[in-house]
C-alpha cells in the first residue's frame, strides 16, 4: 500500500554533530513537507520540498522524486533541535491535500 | 498575518459524551484537514474540506465529523465518546487544493475518562 517510512527511528548526537535524517515514500507525490514538532505538540514548517533541494539556515533538505526519497540535513545540531522530526506527503493517486505521515525521527541532541 | 488557531486546547470529556472542536484557518485559506495523534497510530487524516464541502475522508468511524462554514472556518465533532478517542487532534490550512503546502494549528488535546 501507500507508505512514507521514516529512518532512523531514534538519534542521539552530541552537540555540534551533524546528521541525516531519510524519508522513503512509496508513490507518485505533489506535496512533501518536513515538520518539527514542539514539546506542546505543534508541527512546525521547516520545508515544502516536492522535489529539489532547499536550505535555512543550518538545516537543508533534497527530494529526489524519481527515486522516491527526501533527506533532511542538520549541521552544527544544537540542543534546541531537540524533538520529533516528521516527513509527511501528499500523493497524487490520493488527491486533495490528505497528507500521509512517516513514523518520526526522535531526536536528542545532548550538551 | 495570523496562523491557524484551534479551540480549545485542552478538554477532558467522559465516555459517551459528544465533543466539538474549532479550527480557524490562516486569512485567505480555503482548505482546512483534520488529523488525529496519538502514541500508538502516529499521525492519521481524518477528512479534509475545500468550499464548505467535504473532499476526503480517512479511515475513522461515522462517530467523526465535521463541517465547514462560508468563512472557511471548520468544526469537527466526535460523538459517543470512547477512551479510544484520547488524542491530539491537529488542524492544517492550506491556500488551495492540490499539493499546497500546509500549516498546522497549535492542537486540541482531547482527554477521554
Known amino acids: 500500500g501507500i507508505q512514507v517510512e521514516q529512518s532512523p527511528p531514534d538519534l542521539i548526537l552530541q552537540e555540534g554533530a551533524n546528521s541525516t535524517l531519510r524519508c522513503n515514500f512509496s508513490d507518485s507525490v505533489n506535496n512533501l513537507q518536513w515538520f518539527h514538532q514542539n514539546p506542546w505538540g505543534q508541527l512546525i514548517n521547516l520545508f515544502y520540498?516536492?522535489?529539489g533541494t532547499k536550505q535555512n539556515g543550518r538545516l537543508s533538505a533534497t527530494t529526489v522524486a524519481t527515486e522516491r526519497y527526501s533527506l533532511l540535513y542538520i549541521s552544527s545540531s544544537q540542543t534546541t533541535d531537540s524533538g520529533v522530526y516528521f516527513c509527511a506527503v501528499a500523493f497524487v493517486k490520493a488527491a486533495g491535500n490528505k497528507l500521509t505521515f512517516g513514523g518520526g525521527t526522535r531526536v536528542l541532541v545532548k550538551p | 498575518k495570523a496562523g491557524v488557531t484551534q479551540t480549545p486546547r485542552y478538554l477532558i470529556k467522559t465516555r459517551g459524551q459528544q465533543v466539538t472542536l474549532s479550527c480557524s484557518p490562516i486569512s485567505g485559506h480555503r482548505s482546512v484537514s483534520w488529523y488525529q495523534q496519538t502514541p500508538g497510530q502516529g499521525l492519521q487524516f481524518l477528512f479534509e474540506y475545500f468550499s464548505e464541502t467535504q473532499r476526503n475522508k480517512g479511515n475513522f468511524p461515522g462517530r467523526f465529523s465535521g463541517r465547514q462554514f462560508s468563512n472557511s472556518r471548520s468544526e469537527m465533532n466526535v460523538s459517543t465518546l470512547e477512551l479510544g478517542d484520547s488524542a491530539l487532534y491537529l488542524c492544517?490550512?492550506?491556500?488551495?487544493?492540490?499539493?499546497?503546502?500546509?500549516?498546522f494549528g497549535p492542537g486540541t488535546r482531547l482527554t477521554v475518562t
Open positions: 492544517a490550512s492550506s491556500l488551495l487544493q492540490g499539493g499546497y503546502e500546509q500549516y
Open positions: 520540498i516536492p522535489s
